[in-house]
């Protein structure tokens, strides 16, 4: 037998319903989304620069760095509910500093408490992967992303309504309430997240740079995490500097962008991803299949990326924000369920953890390198850069497929 790890043969999953993750989901999303929007202008505030206001990501991804991963493996160990709250007291504590702030190093100190603590997200996921079959992961993957695309319809609407009318804190005081409803959705409707009982074999530290090393090893998973890698390092550059970016290349009524216009732009991408999760994920990935999806996601993120560094109208922005949104909708479920049908189900959470990790690492670099290119104000280079990003994912994902064609024709 190999000694590296091995996607086993997985037992039915048992019947549990996934309202109850999505609902928790939702209320995560939505108070994350209440406060991307502002973060980097409620920085500004505090005289931050734009390296100093990007890098809050930076900060944030370097404590997920090391926590996802091991959070990830202890909820293979120990259950997937009792991480999951954990998980979730760290963000609401977060919220609570940030709103708190009076200096700019108490707006790193919350990012330091929520990145130390996060895995809520890798932690649905996992819980999704244990009571899924593999055939139906992508849809049941798609109700995180419908729950995105509701957090992002509703979160920054609420954002920009708020902040214009109570000041840039009260999203974040809303933030922290929605993360405490989360806890207490969490302990009160999630059923099940005990510990998976597949196997009982010796499993890798997630933590550990071997482990990794292993899983890359993997011929068939190599390709899907570097892609997964790329699809984050373009999303976050995306992410992290289209506040700053808006808000120097964009104008309404007369005035630059602000935390208003910001929301209602990611809103109307939020409004997208719902129609795009809930009405056709499934049915595109019954006719085309995961790995198409992912070309084609990545396809519409190059195309619309490079579209946006050369765009200066609000009308070519919402159009732009169509095709990139098409992108990022599709990539993200497509991905996570290739990578978790190459998983054992005790591998899921570590697994699971690693893309996390992945997403973290991407986080760490990307924020960093955003800010110094807005600092010297090469705003389209910034969205030029993630269109070259995603480039790179679709490159792998063709070398990918000309690899398993050799394969099959061997």
């Not at 319903?17 to 989304?33: N, R």
């Not at 957090?151 to 109570?166: A, N």
């Not at 198409?292 to 109208?313: I, M, R």
């Amino acid at each position: 037998m190999p000694s590296g790890p091995t996607a086993a043969a997985e037992p039915a999953p048992p019947r549990v319903s996934l309202l109850p993750v999505f609902l928790i989901v939702l209320v995560d999303v939505f108070g994350m989304t209440l406060v991307i929007p502002l973060l980097a202008i409620y920085a500004e505030t505090f005289h931050a620069t734009p390296l100093q206001a990007t890098m809050l990501v930076s900060v944030f991804a370097v404590c997920q760095l090391v926590s996802g991963p091991i959070i990830g493996h202890a909820s293979d160990r120990h259950g997937r509910k009792p991480l999951l709250i954990l998980s979730q007291i760290g963000t609401c504590i977060g919220f609570i500093v940030l709103a708190r702030a009076t200096a700019l190093w108490m707006i790193y100190l919350s990012r330091v408490i929520d990145g130390a603590t996060a895995g809520n997200l890798s932690l649905a996921q996992a819980y999704i992967a244990d009571n899924t079959p593999p055939e139906g992961r992508a849809k049941a993957f798609g109700l995180i992303g419908i729950a995105f695309g509701l957090g992002f319809f509703i979160g920054p609407g609420v954002t920009g309504f708020l902040s214009e009318h109570y000041g840039l804190s009260a999203p974040i005081y809303l933030a922290a309430v929605m993360s405490c409803t989360s806890i207490v959705a969490t302990m009160t409707l999630l059923r099940g997240g005990e510990a998976p009982r597949a196997t009982h074999g010796d499993r890798l530290a997630a933590f550990r740079f071997r482990t990794y090393a292993q899983y890359f090893a993997r011929p068939e998973l190599r390709p899907l995490l570097l892609q997964f890698l790329f699809f984050m390092l373009a999303f976050t550059t995306f992410i992290s500097g289209f506040a700053l970016f808006a808000e120097r290349r964009f104008t309404w009524n007369g005035h630059p962008f602000g935390p208003r216009e910001i929301g209602y732009v990611f809103s109307f991408v939020g409004f997208l991803g719902i129609i795009l999760q809930g009405a056709f994920i499934g049915r595109l990935v019954k006719r085309y299949g995961e790995r198409k999806l992912a070309a084609a996601g990545f396809a519409s993120l190059v195309v619309g990326y490079f579209f946006l560094g050369a765009t200066t109208s609000v009308v070519l922005l919402l159009f732009v924000a169509v095709i990139s949104g098409f992108g990022n909708g599709v990539l993200r479920p497509a991905l996570t369920s290739l990578v978790t049908h190459q998983a054992g189900a005790r591998e899921q959470g570590v697994v699971l953890g690693i893309t996390q990790s992945l997403t973290s690492m991407a986080a760490i670099v990307a924020p960093v390198v955003v800010g110094l290119l807005i600092e010297r104000n090469l705003l389209s280079y910034w969205a030029w850069l993630a269109a070259a990003l995603a480039g790179v994912g679709l490159w792998i994902w063709v070398g990918s497929q000309r690899a398993l064609r050799a394969v099959e024709a061997a």
